[in-house]
């Protein structure tokens, strides 16, 4: 018999979480077994999570997204679990999604996508995707689909079969957060594990928030998006020629922020740069407080 661990992730969000969980008791096709990691809350949660009989709980210092389904996956794929379903904290799972899933064609050990529906608008998609032959904004643009190849919201609903992670392991903590799970779902990829989305099960998730910039000191994040990507052109592409095209996107993306008339542009120019440097020297051990670009802004904005 198949089982299904959910894993979730949460870091100071309770209210949130609380909405997250509640969402997976209401299942037409009730989880297994639920696996919450609390990635160093102090809002309450740790001592809340103490009184849900119903959970397995690890509770950890805060190490990121990366860190956090790293811990979770490890730990639903050693308890035995068939298929792992992933989420943040902060998503809603329509009553049927795990349903939706688990009958949606077998592709064998795969990973399995929600469509992640905007919280604030049930006709658009709260992640935007771009493929050179196809946008999906609109909810529209994925139901006439009964899957989608090569096209996943990690982690928000991500089904994921254990013997993917036999194969690929779990996701790198070093990465922390932003862009993690794209480096994730590019090693299943890389590896010929199918990677799909599947519009009849439906998460809602509050929409992307960096489609016109995150405004400062906030921006921080995208410096972990900028360092991570070379992972994910390295993914897709293998090591020489992955570092290659990280180099040239990254000095686009630069040189994007330098012409772009946004309030701290030159924050964004030194963040990007920062990023892209630290990526080619391999440095993934910066967490947002030794960030120097961040270290230079508050220290400026006293």
């Not at 992640?116 to 904004?137: C, G, I, T, W």
């Amino acid at each position: 018999m198949e089982t299904v661990t959910a894993v979730i992730v949460t870091y100071n969000r309770l209210a949130d979480l609380k909405i997250c969980l509640d969402s997976l008791r209401q299942q037409t096709r009730k989880p297994d077994a639920m696996l919450v990691v609390n990635n160093g809350s102090t809002d309450g949660t740790t001592e809340w999570l103490t009184t849900q009989a119903d959970l397995t709980v690890i509770n950890q210092a805060n190490l990121g997204g990366a860190g956090g389904f790293a811990t979770g996956i490890d730990g639903a794929y050693k308890s035995g679990a068939t298929w792992l379903w992933c989420m943040d904290d902060d998503c809603i799972a329509a009553p049927d999604a795990l349903e939706q899933l688990l009958n949606s064609p077998n592709l064998g050990p795969c990973i399995k996508n929600s469509m992640s529906v905007s919280v604030r608008d049930d006709q658009e998609l709260a992640f935007y995707v771009d493929r050179p032959n196809r946008k999906y904004r609109r909810v529209t643009d994925m139901t006439s689909f009964d899957l989608i190849y090569g096209v996943a919201s990690f982690f928000n609903g991500t089904l994921i079969h254990s013997d993917v992670v036999a194969s690929i392991g779990i996701p790198d903590l070093k990465l922390f957060i932003w862009g993690d799970e794209v480096e994730y779902m590019t090693r299943a990829q890389r590896m010929g594990f199918p990677v799909v989305t599947v519009p009849k099960s439906v998460f809602r998730h509050p929409p992307s928030f960096d489609r016109n910039g995150i405004p400062w000191p906030g921006a921080w994040k995208q410096y972990y998006a900028v360092r991570n990507q070379r992972r994910v052109f390295q993914n897709m592409h293998g090591s020489a020629v992955g570092m290659a095209i990280f180099m040239r996107w990254a000095a686009r993306e630069i040189g994007q922020q330098a012409v772009l008339k946004r309030t701290n542009r030159m924050y964004n120019v030194l963040l990007f740069g920062e990023a892209a440097v630290d990526s080619v020297i391999n440095n993934f051990r910066k967490r947002p407080d030794s960030i120097l670009t961040l270290r230079l802004y508050k220290m400026m904005h006293k």
